[in-house]
């Protein structure tokens, strides 16, 4: 289908040609000598838009404006710029021969087809050169169709409506599968790469290469030919506002990736410092409880034989019970890391607040007795919230017993829940040592730890669920010391909450 699109492109482009070629009028030979001479210069410049995105914009407004003074012969006399100037660059001397030799490249529309090597390549080009030209030949047919046989350059309005028509051709042409690139609208593999550049493009077309058109043609009906040429030479302004905008473009795609590798690294470095601080952390809980195993497993070895056995039985199962105890510490230590780095995905359902604050007290309890610390539960046995309930309990039994280790012996902690204005509240209060204000916040990080023992990852679990819910969890200072951890989630759930 490629092949057959292009083929009748090229067909049309001829067809178009051929017209051309016998549209020439003899009494217009100082606007076909002005254009071609004009045409040396204004075809050099070019801005690469992109590796395959070629503009000559002097050259655009050029070739279009002087469409609306010479006709159709214009379509020829553009046709061959590219052999004149094969033939004007054999002329300079050597040392300027590579300067001036800067045409659009193989699929610019400066290229001479005849020079490509590769058969699909001259193709592609010739079928650019068909698009080119059929879009140059219905703005002039629109025009005569509007103003038939009169003056083109004292009607801007026929100009305006064959200007619109002739960059719809374009993008009628552009979006059928002929080139292997698209020239006005971006691939869908590169749809982010080309939209600043279509952006660039958009504000060129409609400010500048469109206004310079008609000030050919109206240099040309005010001041003649000279008119004409003057404001050709003013459209090189195309090309350094075109490329200024380019360069800043590349300048700022330059600094993204620059932000973007600096992020990464970044990112990096603060996952090392994670890691390495996790390392010691947990390197330093887990050999403590290694140490006081290794420690109770000795005495157990060194048990004097001359002892009464039922002496011997009752401190081997006293040590034994220890070395359980270390074991349970390092078990805890690992099962909060695994909670810590596992899936947040949450299971939603229904559930009395009251109901699930008393599993988390009943939970805590044995620890709260042994240290002597009360538990106090206040919460409406009508108040429900939708949660995932092992990730909130867990939460708030991580809260429950770091309240606990901070109490007193003969302490109080309570525990608060209520509904206010579809949030679920929970406050849970002791009055421990407290916090101080600068450690409020890093409490909730992971591995940040005032204690001798513990890994630090209980308060960061607890806020990682708050927030998977929608939620906050923030620690409050208390009236008479001590510190209040506030949960705070929305009631029907982290979905209607965003």
């Known amino acids: 289908m490629r092949a057959a699109l292009r083929g009748i492109t090229i067909a049309a482009g001829a067809v178009v040609a051929v017209l051309s070629v016998l549209s020439f009028r003899l009494a217009d030979w100082p606007i076909y000598v002005a254009y071609v001479l004009l045409s040396l210069v204004l075809f050099r410049p070019y801005v690469q838009m992109l590796e395959d995105l070629i503009l000559p914009m002097?050259?655009?407004?050029?070739?279009?404006?002087?469409?609306?003074?010479?006709?159709?012969?214009?379509?020829?006399?553009?046709?061959?710029?590219?052999?004149?100037?094969?033939?004007?660059?054999?002329?300079?001397?050597?040392?300027w021969r590579a300067r001036v030799r800067t045409s659009g490249g193989a699929a610019g529309l400066a290229a001479v087809p005849w020079r490509i090597i590769r058969p699909q390549q001259r193709a592609a080009v010739m079928a650019e050169w068909g698009v080119f030209s059929v879009g140059l030949a219905a703005r002039w047919w629109v025009v005569r169709q509007i103003v038939p046989g009169g003056d083109v350059a004292s009607h801007p309005g026929a100009i305006a409506i064959a200007e619109v028509a002739g960059y719809a051709v374009w993008g009628v042409f552009s979006l059928l599968p002929i080139f292997t690139y698209r020239p006005f609208l971006p691939p869908v593999a590169s749809r982010e790469l080309f939209r600043?550049?279509?952006?660039?493009?958009?504000?060129?077309?409609?400010?500048?290469?469109?206004?310079?058109?008609?000030?050919?043609?109206?240099?040309?009906?005010?001041?003649?030919?000279?008119?004409?040429?003057?404001?050709?030479?003013?459209?090189?302004?195309?090309?350094?506002?075109?490329?200024?905008?380019?360069?800043?473009?590349?300048?700022?795609?330059?600094?993204n990736r620059k932000l973007t590798a600096l992020n990464r690294e970044l990112e990096h470095r603060e996952r090392l410092a994670a890691i390495g601080k996790m390392s010691s952390v947990i390197s330093h809980?887990?050999?403590?409880?290694?140490?006081?195993?290794?420690?109770?497993?000795?005495?157990?070895?060194?048990?004097?034989?001359?002892?009464?056995?039922?002496?011997?039985?009752?401190?081997?199962?006293?040590?034994?019970?220890?070395?359980?105890?270390?074991?349970?510490?390092?078990?805890?230590?690992?099962?909060?890391?695994?909670?810590?780095?596992?899936?947040?995905?949450?299971?939603?359902?229904?559930?009395?607040?009251?109901?699930?604050?008393?599993?988390?007290?009943?939970?805590?309890?044995?620890?709260?007795?042994?240290?002597?610390?009360?538990?106090?539960?206040?919460?409406?046995?009508?108040?429900?919230?939708?949660?995932?309930?092992?990730?909130?309990?867990?939460?708030?039994?991580?809260?429950?017993?770091?309240?606990?280790?901070?109490?007193?012996?003969?302490?109080?902690?309570?525990?608060?829940?209520?509904?206010?204005?579809?949030?679920?509240?929970?406050?849970?209060?002791?009055?421990?040592?407290?916090?101080?204000?600068?450690?409020?916040?890093?409490?909730?990080?992971?591995?940040?730890?005032?204690?001798?023992?513990?890994?630090?990852?209980?308060?960061?679990?607890?806020?990682e669920f708050a927030v998977a819910h929608g939620g906050a969890l923030r620690a409050e200072a208390r009236d008479g010391g001590g510190v209040a951890l506030v949960l705070r989630l929305p009631r029907e759930g982290p979905l209607a909450s965003s």
């Open 58 to 95: 002097p050259g655009l407004a050029l070739t279009i404006g002087f469409l609306y003074l010479g006709g159709l012969p214009i379509i020829v006399l553009r046709g061959i710029e590219s052999l004149l100037i094969e033939v004007v660059v054999e002329l300079l001397p050597v040392r």
């Open 196 to 255: 600043p550049v279509v952006q660039d493009l958009g504000l060129v077309f409609v400010l500048a290469l469109a206004p310079f058109v008609f000030l050919i043609v109206y240099g040309y009906a005010t001041h003649g030919l000279v008119g004409a040429v003057v404001w050709s030479l003013a459209s090189l302004g195309l090309h350094f506002m075109l490329k200024l905008l380019n360069e800043r473009r590349l300048a700022v795609e330059e600094q």
């Open 285 to 463: 809980q887990m050999l403590q409880q290694l140490g006081v195993i290794g420690l109770y497993a000795d005495l157990i070895r060194q048990a004097e034989p001359a002892e009464d056995a039922g002496t011997v039985v009752a401190r081997a199962k006293a040590n034994a019970a220890a070395i359980e105890d270390a074991l349970g510490g390092v078990n805890q230590v690992l099962r909060d890391l695994l909670v810590f780095s596992r899936d947040l995905r949450l299971n939603l359902y229904e559930h009395r607040l009251g109901d699930l604050l008393a599993e988390c007290v009943e939970d805590c309890r044995p620890q709260a007795s042994e240290r002597g610390v009360t538990l106090r539960l206040e919460c409406p046995s009508e108040a429900t919230a939708r949660l995932d309930k092992l990730k909130i309990r867990q939460a708030l039994v991580n809260v429950l017993r770091n309240a606990i280790e901070a109490s007193s012996r003969g302490g109080e902690v309570g525990v608060r829940g209520r509904l206010d204005d579809g949030i679920a509240e929970v406050v849970v209060s002791d009055r421990g040592p407290g916090i101080p204000e600068a450690d409020r916040d890093a409490v909730f990080a992971p591995f940040f730890t005032t204690k001798e023992e513990g890994s630090g990852l209980g308060l960061a679990i607890a806020r």
